[in-house]
């Protein structure tokens, strides 16, 4: 696989000096969320009061996603819970025809590929995905459109009464089971075509693993949340091997020798036929730079049924180029088994990707990224990402992360990217890592300087004084940060917008 020669970004010849600056979000006018210098998660005002109860119920129910790792253990993930409450609720999954995505990196990415493929090509698409940024129902969309309030509030309700119907030795449903059911729910209400499904957390265990796809995918793994997963990367492929099905193919890219030997063991011990992009379906990546279009990639993939030929990817980075080839191997997989999945098509769907939190210019002046990067790996892609599709001068990186991830190996990573550094935390999160240790390891682990400011708005403004026109503030470590980031930049009445 050729690799990307990425263009080093351009470098200052001075030091980052302080310069006022206001904030000009590059996308259209979000709803107001709270007043500068705060940060709202509340529903707006006029949303529907059963929605407003709806949240309430959540707010109640163990959250896994926030819970802080010495509070879980593996015993608690159990799909015992999930199949009851399913049934509870008449099976709607049952209905369904699946895409199921696994993985450490790329899950969103491939998933919201791989969805806006099959919208272009006529289908009636529903995405299930995890965390949200800003709204809750991003989590649950039928061709980009995330569900109703109404119908949330009604759904929620109906998967709660399901979860009271079920014997109490299951134990109380969850934040993410009753909000899974729901994404099913809807889903079979709708009647769609196909439903893409990501994983919430690793796989076997995960409560998305109830459903029987046309296809799983497994996107590149690498460590994390090994608390709960396992200590070793082997171990992590083994729990995310656990959606592979009998008889239903199975994909990956290419991975780690001693991960792909997992995965494969784990396809053959469940009969799943079991096929590496890059290895067994011939893909290729071309790296391209024109003027209109900018640096990008191009690739190439040949399946059974489809051919794709020079697609251009959509996302930046060499990694998404990957990602997009996985995408384009479910396609193929999927039009197997009777899909329309036409190059035309394909390659409009591309185009029409949508995806929040993953490179996404939030601001021009000062121009802000905002990246839901979250491990040594995907920090590490960040990086080169950067430097091969984003011109500047200087970076100031803005990085909170949560406290049970490998914060030396993202601090490394960072330390090789960023100008200057402003280290805060996600006030929501229970699990953030406290800035100041984070300070305390960065200078430990490098040498450098950095900054420490208690709250989001406090480090953007910090950095927002810090930077030139061609400067760039990029704000990345959780997706939880990355949210807070866009209701904050919502907020600003400052803004200037276009």
Do not use: W
């Not at 025809?97 to 450490?104: E, K, L, P, Y």
């Amino acid at each position: 696989m050729p690799e990307s020669k990425a263009a080093a970004p351009r470098r200052a010849k001075k030091a980052i000096e302080l310069s006022p600056a206001s904030v000009a979000p590059c996308e259209g006018p979000a709803a107001p969320v709270g007043p500068i210098g705060a940060i709202s998660s509340a529903p707006p005002a006029d949303a529907p009061s059963t929605y407003q109860e709806a949240l309430k119920l959540l707010a109640e129910r163990v959250d896994f996603e926030r819970a802080r790792a010495g509070a879980l253990n593996p015993g608690m993930f159990k799909l015992d819970r999930m199949r009851a409450l399913l049934e509870a609720l008449g099976n709607p999954q049952a209905s369904l025809r699946c895409v199921h995505v696994a993985g450490t990196k790329g899950k969103g990415s491939t998933c919201e590929m791989t969805a806006s493929c099959l919208e272009a090509c006529g289908y009636t698409v529903g995405v299930y995905t995890s965390p949200h940024l800003v709204d809750i129902r991003e989590r649950v969309r039928i061709n980009k459109r995330m569900i109703g309030y109404a119908d949330f509030a009604r759904l929620l309700f109906k998967a709660a009464e399901g979860a009271a119907k079920i014997a109490p030795a299951h134990g109380a449903a969850t934040y993410f089971e009753l909000v899974t059911a729901l994404g099913l729910c809807h889903f079979a209400e709708q009647a769609v075509d196909v439903a893409v499904i990501e994983c919430g957390l690793g796989g076997r265990l995960d409560s998305t693993n109830v459903i029987v796809p046309d296809v799983c995918a497994i996107t590149s793994i690498s460590l994390d949340h090994t608390q709960l997963l396992g200590d070793s990367i082997e171990k992590i492929a083994r729990e995310k091997a656990g959606i592979f099905k009998p008889g239903v193919p199975a994909l990956t890219v290419m991975q780690a020798p001693s991960v792909l030997e997992v995965l494969k063991e784990v396809a053959a011990e469940v009969a799943a036929p079991l096929q590496v992009v890059g290895q067994d379906i011939d893909f290729s990546v071309r790296f391209e730079n024109s003027g209109s279009a900018g640096p990008h990639a191009r690739v190439c993939l040949t399946g059974a049924t489809a051919a794709f030929e020079h697609l251009r990817v959509p996302l930046k980075g060499e990694h998404q180029a990957h990602n997009c080839g996985l995408a384009l191997a479910i396609l193929d997989k999927l039009a197997e088994r009777g899909f329309s999945t036409p190059e035309s098509k394909v390659t409009l769907g591309l185009d029409r990707t949508e995806l929040s939190g993953r490179m996404e210019m939030a601001s021009r002046t000062p121009r802000i990224m905002l990246d839901g990067a979250h491990n040594p790996d995907s920090v590490r892609c960040l990086m080169k990402a950067i430097g091969a599709h984003v011109p500047y001068d200087s970076m100031v990186l803005v990085f909170g992360c949560c406290a049970d991830k490998d914060v030396p190996g993202m601090l490394g990573q960072i330390a090789l990217g960023a100008d200057k550094v402003i280290f805060t935390k996600s006030s929501a999160n229970p699990r953030s890592a406290d800035p100041r240790e984070l300070h305390r390891k960065f200078t430990e682990l490098t040498g450098k300087m950095s900054q420490v400011a208690k709250t989001l708005p406090e480090a953007l403004d910090l950095a927002g004084r810090a930077v030139g026109r061609d400067d760039l503030i990029c704000v990345t470590g959780s997706f939880y940060l990355v949210g807070e980031a866009k209701r904050y930049l919502a907020s600003r009445p400052d803004v200037r917008r276009g």
